[in-house]
């Protein structure tokens, strides 16, 4: 038996050939399980529906969608209103009860703070005597008033920019 020079070339090329085609086969492999788990999630999706009622369902979820969406903008414009309400409101308070004349008793006079979240306000100071009952009120700035405080007023407004 006699080999060729052409013999000794083509053992070499057909290995190469062999090996290429078993890593043909195991991609091959591959994908078909690839393939089958997208088919079984498909046929899934699927169970009892056809093609226009699932076309119908996702008509529905888009219009539901929409609804929730235009939800969400009115409630966003909702708590925008509310926001704008509670910037107004008075969010901050300090009381302190006293009595403005010793022979009084009973502390029914005070001084009450006022303030809103950037500490502008007022503060009310209410006296009782005797004679009747004399209210007072004092602007706040920036948590400061430019008219002379008493102690009970300055107490209550301290009170009041403590408060978180």
Known sequence: MKILATDVLMVPGTIILLVFCIVLLILLLMQNKKMADVDKRLRRLMRGKTASSLESEIIH?????????????????RMDTQEQIIETCFRKSGLVKYDAFNQMGGKLSFALALLKEDNNGIILNSVHSPEGNYTYVK??????????????????LNSALSTR
């Open 139 to 156: 602007e706040v700035k920036e948590g400061r008033c430019d008219l002379e405080l008493s102690s009970e007023e300055e107490k209550a």
């Open 61 to 77: 979820l888009f219009e539901a969608n929409d609804v929730l969406t235009e939800n969400a903008h009115d409630l966003q414009r």
